[in-house]
């Protein structure tokens, strides 16, 4: 499994918590590919505006789909004890990785997960007279805590759930 995510820390929160924020929590077996430990439990946080309508309902979206999920929580960085948990969790306490929903840097796949998505496209695709797609063009989507690789060529775009290329 690829884990594209930065671990949080006290910097990223300070500069997130500039403006009034809502952290989705969630259960994250990505974050196990980072450091081949199994003995860590990783956790996803994604961040919301609170000042936004939108953003708002979509982070209480989230947390609906993350309704068998034990790890779930929803944190107000207004409310004071949500804030201190934040800042603990962001000092990576044993046995917790915590990652933010921030790339690193610009997203490119790994070798071995581009040719998982050329062999996915070459199976799953339609293709033009049988040609493979020469120029693919592939941009990495994080939605409610799901990751998708959005895949465009020749006009043409699809997006796929990360785990499915992975596990085909």
């Known amino acids: 499994m690829h884990n594209p995510f930065i671990p949080l820390s006290d910097k990223i929160l300070e500069a997130l918590m500039q403006e009034p924020m809502l952290f989705v929590r969630e259960a ?20 919301y505006d609170k000042r936004n309508d939108l ?3 979509r982070a209480l979206f989230h947390v609906q789909q993350l309704k068998h999920d034990r790890m779930v929580f929803l944190y107000d960085s207004e409310n004071e004890e949500h804030r ?14 915590v990652y933010i929903n921030i790339l690193e840097t610009e997203w490119r796949p ?3 997960l581009r040719n ?6 070459s199976n799953h695709l339609k293709r033009d007279n049988n040609h493979q797609i020469k120029k ?33």
Not at 86 to 97: C, D, G, N, R, V
Request: glycine share 6%; charged share 20%.
């Open 28 to 47: 994250y077996p990505r974050g196990n590919a980072s450091h081949g430990n199994h003995e860590h439990t990783c956790l996803l946080l994604t961040y």
């Open 116 to 121: 998982q998505i050329h062999a996915y496209v």
């Open 136 to 168: 693919l063009h592939i941009q990495l989507k994080d939605r409610y805590g799901k990751l998708f690789l959005v895949l465009t060529w020749k006009g043409n775009r699809t997006e796929v759930l990360l785990d499915t290329i992975e596990t085909t």
């Open 84 to 97: 201190s948990r934040l800042y603990k969790a962001a000092m990576q306490p044993p046995p917790f990785k």
């Open 110 to 112: 790994e070798t071995s």
């Open 55 to 57: 953003e708002r309902n």
